[in-house]
């Protein structure tokens, strides 16, 4: 089956600095993939998500990258806030709607 | 429109006990899946269904059935509750499967003792 590894586990950033999130997938039958936003005590949250035959996509202060032949796909979030600090869950879904989520990066923006 | 509403939200068992965690959702999707979240790691998909009538197993499906008699309804049902199934359960839902993203439910947080 599809295994993702997210990294890093944890990330701190200044208020105002970039952050990036990467993850691999293991099958190149999965085309979709989306990241989701969980704040403590919450559900996840799309934030952003990609389909296999675009490379990038951008949303404000959010985007996503993805390198099909390598196997990989990243969030960056510029001028950080405060309120983006939250857990973040990158997945790779196939066509059944089957996600296999990352263990997610816990992100902490310092004022 | 609700989306997804799951019941109950918290939940205390003892060891062997059986329970029927509920979700429903108000927007015709045609595909339901239940998730686990443990502590610190990700999600970890249960069991999934694409329609009435038809369920099949995702990751972690042992200690787990589930029914979909109707396109609103996926309860998951835990028939004798063992401490490793402490966790919080999400039921998601999506209108074709495929590329799309995921409504969730706001979780079942259940603890086992």
């Known amino acids: 089956g599809e295994n993702v590894e997210q990294h890093p586990s944890t990330l701190s950033v200044q208020e105002g600095d970039s952050a990036v999130i990467k993850c691999t997938y293991s099958d190149s039958a999965s085309n979709y993939f989306p990241w989701y936003k969980q704040e403590l005590g919450k559900r996840p949250q799309l934030i952003i998500d990609?389909?296999?035959?675009?490379g990038e996509k951008k949303d404000q202060r959010i985007a996503v990258t993805l390198n099909k032949t390598a196997k990989h796909f990243s969030l960056h979030i510029t001028e950080t806030q405060p309120e983006d600090s939250a857990v973040y869950f990158c997945a790779a879904s196939d066509n059944a709607g089957k996600s296999t989520f990352g263990d997610g990066t816990t992100l902490t923006v310092k004022p | 429109n609700a989306g997804v509403t799951q019941t109950p939200k918290f939940r205390i068992l003892k060891i062997g006990q059986s329970m029927t965690l509920q979700c429903t959702q108000d927007m015709n999707h045609n595909y339901m899946y239940w998730y686990r979240q443990d502590p610190g790691m990700g999600l970890k998909l249960i069991y999934y269904s694409v329609g009435a009538g038809i369920t099949d197993k995702g990751e972690v499906p042992n200690g787990y059935n589930v029914s979909r008699s109707t396109t609103e309804d996926f309860p998951l049902r835990l028939e004798l509750a063992a401490p490793s199934q402490t966790s919080v359960y999400f039921c998601a839902s999506s209108l074709t499967g495929g590329a799309e993203k995921l409504f969730f439910g706001s979780g079942t947080q259940l603890s086992v003792l």
């Open positions: 990609i389909r296999s035959n675009v």
